[in-house]
């Protein structure tokens, strides 16, 4: 959705002379909507007192796909070491594959692309989709009980991918594996029978262990210019905020990583005159270890960390906030009495849709910002693409006009088996236009969970938190109205104004008819 308007306070505009030359050269907003921030809820930056960030995806953004495919080749190895066949050892990661916001079905074993009330709008059984009666052996309804957590486990991070791509690539070792016979809920092999929910939990214990063991954090930090992305403008950015606002990190990575992380992009790069600040003066105040969503709710311990060893200081703290210290664990409450603001106050930015955005929106009341790395594809295709979408509108509106002025009195039933073939078609045309599993944000003129989630959820959105550089900090995001459907009846609707039928994407459609 398109911002507005924005006040016209000086507040925003102090920056040091050193940062001039990179704001002289930003592109108006009119030039590149990639640069754009979307609004769902209008939000006035001049009354937030307080900006959050998460680091992993967020601060740190991860080269795709050399970080996807290191996570993916850990896993791998893992399950191969604690007994799965050598055979899996051939796959490597295709980044066609996965999309977020998937759901695996840890009964059949498939990957699903829902929307917001768990109906099924993609099914894959490894890489072989399924069709619509196919579907329904394994779904008569073509819905699932997204309430069912035990069941459906939501593939909602940037870090799932990965493990996403190893779901479809056990699935379908095993499917084709003459050694072992398919049943419906899992493999057997001689006496053994392999489910597809222990397959689930021996990939979810890999992904523990590696995480446990810090291996793809060694790594990483072992080769930072290969997968961690440094943006020299993100010290410009915090800076910025830090002259209008307090700035917090909070994140769920331990300390050690944390400075290796902060330190290659804040501190390197090209010497100068200056030696360069250290990256904790950049922020009020920053907590690692949060273990959020918890940190959203009843939170841990708050300890300090002695940044010389690393280590926690035994006891919890209870004092006062100290420029520059660390702190380990705690909750999104101590924060806000620590830094002395609201939780309207905060404006927190991060990538997770369930652990940053929707918690500290539903618990907090925070103000929310989402990170979308994947919309810079998804606005390449939809600009690329928008015909198929204009098209799927317009047999949308003639299959809606075929029943317009029928009445209880008529008889007749139109027939629109030639609509729905080529709606169907269109669909999916759209969907390989973003890859195999679609659009992270829609099949079709179909929203998916995770659209929805961010439209719910997330006050803005943009594919980096670099964008709020090219908006003063007295701007106002500037939502339009929303009309239900009963308001946008007949001749009472506005052309020019938005109905509920109006999905995210629509509205990225607008933006970039605008640019």
Known sequence: ???????????????????????????????????????????????????????????????????????????????????????????????????????????????????????????????????????????????????DIDRFYILNTLFNLSETYLYACLVSHFTRSTRHINHQKGFQYGDLFMSYRSMFQDVRDAMDHIHDTGSLKDKTVKNLEKYVIRDPNLPVLLRRIKEVAKVFLATNSDY??????????????????????????????????????????????????????????????????????????????????????????????????????????????????????????????????????????????????????????SSDCPDISAIQSRRKVVTYRMDMSYGQMGSLLRSGSRQTLFGSQLMRYADLYSSTCMNLLHYPFSYLFMAPPLLMPHECFGDLCPVDMPSAGMTVTNRLLRISKTT
């Open 256 to 409: 050690s990583y944390t400075e290796a992380i902060m330190k290659y992009l804040l501190e390197s790069g090209p010497k100068t005159g200056n030696p360069k600040p250290s990256w904790r003066s950049y922020y009020d105040l920053i907590v690692v270890d949060t273990r959020k969503p918890l940190f959203f709710a009843g939170g841990t311990v708050l300890r300090q960390v002695d940044t010389d060893t690393g280590k926690l200081r035994i006891g919890t703290y209870t004092g006062y906030l100290q420029h520059s210290t660390v702190y380990s664990g705690g909750s999104s409450d101590i924060i806000c009495e620590l830094l002395d603001v609201k939780g309207k106050d905060i404006l927190y930015v991060g990538d997770h849709i369930f652990g940053d955005i929707l918690k500290s929106k539903k618990r907090q009341g925070w103000k929310t910002f989402l990170v979308v790395p994947e919309l810079v594809k998804e606005l390449q295709v939809w600009t690329e693409k928008n015909h198929l979408f204009e098209e799927l509108k317009h047999l949308d509106a003639f299959l809606a006009e075929l029943y317009e002025h029928l009445d209880s009195g």
């Open 1 to 147: 959705m398109e911002d507005k308007a924005h006040t016209l306070k000086n507040k925003s505009n102090i920056h040091s002379d050193k940062d001039s030359h990179i704001f002289s050269d930003v592109p108006s907003l009119k030039k590149d909507y990639l640069n754009k921030v979307f609004v769902n809820r209008s939000l006035s930056l001049e009354n937030i007192k307080c900006y959050g960030f998460d680091m992993d995806y967020t601060l740190a953004m991860y080269k795709s796909p050399d970080y996807e495919s290191l996570g993916f080749e850990l896993l791998r190895d893992r399950l191969v070491s604690i007994g799965y066949p050598h055979e899996l050892l051939r796959y490597t990661y295709d980044p066609s594959f996965s999309t977020r916001g998937l759901v695996f079905d840890t009964t059949y074993g498939n990957l699903l692309k829902v929307d917001s009330n768990g109906n099924i709008l993609l099914c894959s059984h490894g890489f072989s989709f399924l069709k619509g009666e196919e579907i329904q052996d394994y779904y008569p309804n073509k819905f699932i009980m997204r309430g």
